[in-house]
């Protein structure tokens, strides 16, 4: 039985749908990988910073959740390249030495911090950073936050409805262009 016969290989071929217009031709198709990469490696450094803060800040919880969630683009990408054929830890393997220290560095130096952050907050009962807690049966500083909490959802709810019409607005804008160069 192939990979390609199971509920999860059909799932991924569905999700990534290879043969849609949309990747491009060859040239496109591998600068939106290498883009995709990126991405990725960026999401990865910002979950790992995201749980030095909350670790620092005395959560617990949290930076488990970060560290586990940004293991979860790796193993998805070492799966979904297994099941094509290809060893990512022999691509990896293949990489400059500067350029595995630098990753193994970061990645490894921001879990110790986490750790650490971590140990001290379970020792000492406190993060190392010292966060003020708002009193919230204070009249003033509920109204306050209940305001900003209010704000933001409001402005995220128009902020995404302004992105989802440019989004389209552009989109139909780029057929129309690619309509009138095939006719004209």
Known sequence: MTDKATYLGRAADRLMDLDNASYGDERERAVFMEASTFGTTIGTYLHLLGAV?????????????????????????????????????????????????????????????????????????HGLVPVPEPDLLDPETRELLSSMVGGACVGGVIGGAGAGGWFLWKSRRRATAATEDDQG
């Open 53 to 125: 803060v909350a670790a620092a800040l005395g959560q617990l919880l949290l930076p488990v959740v970060l560290v586990v969630l940004m293991g979860v683009p790796a193993l998805a990408t070492g799966w979904y390249a297994s099941r094509r054929g290809v060893d990512i830890s022999e691509l990896a393997a293949r990489a400059g030495t500067r350029t595995k220290a630098l990753h193994i560095a970061i990645v490894f130096g921001a879990l110790l911090l986490v750790l650490g952050a971590m140990l001290f907050t379970v020792s000492t009962g």
